[in-house]
């Protein structure tokens, strides 16, 4: 009966993508792979077996892309995100590429950082040349991407990572650019800066910003906050620099490149390392391709994160939310990508050392946009603002909470000694959150600690979901729906969408016919001026575009002392400019948001989501049309990490 509980599209994205083939006859059902998925992590443990099955089953949450493509399997490669460094040497860029290759064809997400490459110019003592910079190097991994696609399924998903003092950050901001030399791009790759924050106040000072190599400036990428400070104005005093920019010339480079082409993300380096509980290992220099996982890595140490997400709107019951159910249902999603670290086929083995050391995972969520329509709470509203906050203390709390317990049964990852959590620092304490005005009872948490320890170094993150949301019937992750009515291109065929909680309450109304859903159409999914609808039903149903980016970003920081990581936040703007943008960026740096922006989504001129808008069949071409979705022939073909 549960097969029921799937709608049109969330069933035939299964059937066309996730459930096990062979010879393109379906060998499973909906809820075989949901089984299959429960058994693979659980062996003969017969309790734990039903439990997860009763969970994924009735939709309370789900785990990442890849671990239903391939839990159970003879390779059973179950993590979404990896994230990489290399070394400024031949052998040492050639290594991470062919640990990127590896990766990538087994469907692999990737970040990488490429901040301490010596810049063009720089001298090259071994052959007493100059060196030609990151943009030849980004050409090697562009094709890399395109060449390691899975048998021709689809283009490997790397994201390259630069801090805005090295000297090829201009050229850097080009390469995605759909004008100009073909030579000095590398279209394929995805692009993101390290931000640290005495650019963002030498921008508002309207100060001068110095370009440096990172090979006659050694260090600023293994240093942040003060020591970063320091470092800087040393090297700017002693005139180390190459070049001098007005920092808010750099900037507006940097935002005219985001409204062209939605990128690059902005991760605020200092406030990713300050608030870490992995800070006492070392820096973090860079994070995933979809800007929401934060994990220290070295070039021998590749991080690794396993992703499960919880469906926030299955906990609304009438007019309450049942946060005692969404607590069990957080601690299960721990205890699984706690199994998912210890059965995971490991595509290169530096990636099993530092999954092993840290033991990092990443609980979480989808749907709360459906949360909030379920209650009628506008997304903008205090009941809303109110609700959002204890739905994430509350995953924290028991993920940490699971995460201790686990660590009484088998210890404490082996770099737990000096972290924060350690020292009984939890990350709304690096928020500077007053404990008092919290829900749980976060003192008796940690005495427990202080007692257990924990299992895991970090626990929650919120990836964007675009694959896993479409199967539950959610919108994805933390957004607003992006539209009350469109069409849903993917590899199953073509389906309208409607709201569905718009639907039923026009139905309550006598409203719901084809004028109205015509008048929708005309409005482009908007229902704002239409005069029929009620002011009330405006107010809930107000679409991405008609929400505030303040508001968004608000609710953001308010759960921001509850994530671990970060968060994939896209910042929506009809017709950005370099000034409203600008606003939006500050307005987040300011609330101490560690991902500043995933993609800046953009009505007239960006590349919009694949899942959520109005695709013309006609545009497409038979090999666009075979990469709009993930699947088991197509893994997370979407610009997505697949959570």
């Known amino acids: 009966k549960r097969e029921y509980l799937f709608d049109y599209l969330g069933f035939k994205t299964l059937e066309k993508g996730y459930l096990l083939k062979s010879n393109d006859i379906i060998l ?57 460094s290399t070394s400024d040497s031949v052998s040492g860029i050639y290594k991470t590429v062919t640990d990127c290759a590896h990766i990538s064809k ?35 991994y562009n094709e890399t991407a395109r060449f390691i696609n899975q048998a021709g399924k689809r283009l490997g998903s790397f994201a390259m990572y630069l801090e805005p003092w090295n000297f090829d950050i201009e050229d850097f901001l080009e390469l995605k650019k759909n004008t100009g030399d073909a030579n000095l791009r590398a279209r394929d790759l995805f692009y993101a800066l ?15 910003w110095y370009l440096m190599c990172p090979n006659e400036c050694p260090g600023l990428t293994q240093v942040y906050g003060d020591e970063f400070n320091e470092l800087y104005n040393k090297y700017v005093k002693e005139k180390k620099y190459r070049k001098v920019i007005k920092a808010r010339d750099l900037w507006g480079k940097i935002l005219v490149a985001q409204t062209e082409t939605g990128t690059p993300y902005i991760c605020y380096k200092d406030a990713v390392n300050k608030k870490s509980n992995q800070k006492h290992i070392g820096p973090i220099t860079s994070s995933n391709l979809c800007a929401e996982i934060c994990l220290y890595n070295t070039p021998d140490s590749i991080a690794v994160c396993n992703i499960a997400t919880i469906g926030l709107a299955t906990f609304v019951e009438g007019d309450t939310y049942n946060f005692e159910k969404l607590g069990e249902v957080a601690r299960l999603a721990t205890r699984n990508l706690n199994k998912v670290i210890d059965l995971n086929f490991y595509p290169v083995p530096e990636t099993e050392k530092n999954n092993s050391e840290h033991r990092p995972v990443a ?19 205090q009941e809303a ?11 924290q709390y028991n993920c940490i909470l699971q995460s201790s317990d686990l660590a009484k049964e088998s210890g404490s990852y082996s770099t737990y000694e000096n972290s924060p959590i350690s020292n009984g620092i939890f990350q709304h304490n690096m928020w500077g959150v007053d404990e ?46 992006t539209s009350n009515l469109y069409m849903r291109r993917v590899l199953s065929g073509n389906y309208p969408i409607v ?25 482009d999914g908007s229902v704002q001026n239409i005069k029929e609808i009620p002011m009330e039903l405006k107010k809930l149903y107000k679409t991405t575009w008609e929400t505030s ?52 989504r953009s009505r007239p001129i960006s590349n919009a989501e694949k899942f959520s808008v109005q695709v013309d069949k006609q545009a497409l071409s038979p090999k666009e049309e075979e990469i709009l979705a993930c699947s088991l022939e197509n893994p997370g073909a979407c610009d997505m990490c697949s959570g």
């Open 28 to 84: 499973e059902r909906p809820q075989y792979m949901w089984m299959r998925v429960a058994v693979a992590l659980h062996g003969d443990d017969l309790p734990s077996i039903l439990e997860s099955y009763e969970h994924l089953s009735l939709k309370h949450m789900t785990h990442a892309s890849p671990t239903l493509f391939n839990a159970g399997t003879l390779r059973q490669q179950m993590s979404s995100c990896f994230l990489l």
């Open 106 to 140: 087994y469907a692999g997400g990737i970040g990488v950082s490429v901040s301490n490459i010596r810049s063009k110019g720089s001298y090259i003592k071994g052959t007493n040349g100059k060196s030609d910079g990151i943009v030849p190097m980004l050409k090697v």
């Open 194 to 208: 390290w931000v640290c924050d005495l650019f963002m106040e030498r921008v508002e000072k309207d100060e001068d």
């Open 363 to 381: 609980v979480g969520v989808q749907g709360l946009y459906d949360t909030f329509m379920k209650l009628r709470y506008p997304f903008d509203s």
């Open 436 to 481: 008092s005005t919290l829900v749980y009872d976060w003192e008796a948490l940690r005495q427990k600690i202080k007692i257990d320890g924990v299992r895991n170094s970090l626990l929650t993150a919120l990836p964007p979901t675009a694959s896993t949301s479409q199967i539950l019937g959610n919108v994805e992750s933390f957004e607003v729906i």
């Open 549 to 600: 980016q303040k508001v968004t970003i608000n609710l953001s920081a308010d759960r921001g002392p509850f994530i671990d990581h970060s968060q994939s936040l896209n910042i929506f703007m009809e017709a950005p400019t370099v000034s409203k943008l600008s606003s939006a960026h500050f307005f987040g740096f300011k609330a101490g948001l560690k991902t500043g922006s995933y993609y800046i």
């Open 499 to 523: 709201n569905k909680y718009l639907v039923n309450d026009l139905i309550k109304l006598d409203l719901w016919n084809d004028d109205i859903k015509n008048k929708i159409v005309m409005n």
């Open 385 to 395: 603002k109110d609700l959002n906050k204890k739905i994430f203390e509350c995953i």
